[in-house]
């Protein structure tokens, strides 16, 4: 089946710095992959969708700038959180689509929990 | 923007007892699915709708997309301690996996042995 993985799991930080998360997909290729946020005990925001080979789509109220998102590839799409902030601090995931749609266009990765200190 | 409403916000039953969740919305969506999230994970889909009025099974849950197209309900049968989480559903306007999802607030579902 399809499978998204999604490093690093856990990451700490200090205030200022910036963080790297990876996406890939293992068994499709990925033409869209999406970023969500999710805040402890809410649902899942998306954050920004992004095309393979173009630049991201951000949803209203998500910066940009601070939110770098690349797609370089069919199968892996990073979210580098910059120059973060303890509001900042929050649980990303991210899932892809192969546009086939079916089962593959909705899977996740298990996510990546950010703590900026 | 698009929102959905999805109740009830949490549940207390018993091992055994049969779970009922439902989603609403103001708009009308193409695609809704049922997702299932444990902590520290993400969510893993249980369910997928793809036309009105679509009733579909998975082992013990059952889930209908809704004629009209703006709701859906997740039913899950004879419960057990491992069905214990946070269910949401989702929903995305233009089918396909084209589009991100938009997601209702979540059912946390506890199971008291």
């Known amino acids: 089946g399809a499978v998204v993985s999604q490093h690093p799991s856990w990451v700490i930080c200090k205030s200022g710095t910036s963080v790297k998360i990876e996406c890939r997909s293992l068994?499709?290729?990925?033409?869209?992959m999406f970023w969500y946020r999710q805040f402890p005990k809410q649902s899942l925001m998306l954050m920004a969708t992004s095309n393979e080979g173009s630049k991201a789509t951000y949803e209203q109220g998500v910066e940009k700038d601070k939110f770098l998102i690349n797609h370089a590839s069919l199968t892996l799409s990073t979210l580098t959180v910059t120059s973060a902030h303890p509001e900042d601090s929050s649980f990303y995931i991210c899932?892809?689509?192969?546009?086939?749609?079916?089962?593959?266009?909705?899977?996740f990765g298990s996510g990546t929990r950010l703590t900026v200190v | 923007g698009q929102q959905l409403n999805q109740s009830p916000q949490s549940m207390f039953i018993q091992e055994g007892e049969d779970v009922s969740m439902n989603c609403t919305s103001s708009s009308i969506f193409n695609t809704w699915l049922w997702y299932k999230q444990d902590p520290g994970e993400g969510p893993v889909l249980l369910i997928a709708?793809?036309?009105?009025?679509e009733l579909t099974s998975n082992g013990r849950l059952t889930a209908q997309f809704g004629i009209t197209r703006k709701d859906s309900f997740l039913n899950i049968s004879a419960s057990i301690p491992s069905d214990v989480g946070i269910y949401f559903c989702a929903g995305e306007y233009s089918g396909g996996g084209a589009d991100g999802l938009t997601f209702g607030k979540g059912t946390h579902l506890i199971i008291q042995p």
């Open positions: 068994d499709f290729q990925a033409t869209t």
């Open positions: 709708l793809y036309k009105a009025g």
């Open positions: 899932s892809a689509s192969d546009r086939g749609g079916g089962i593959y266009g909705y899977t």
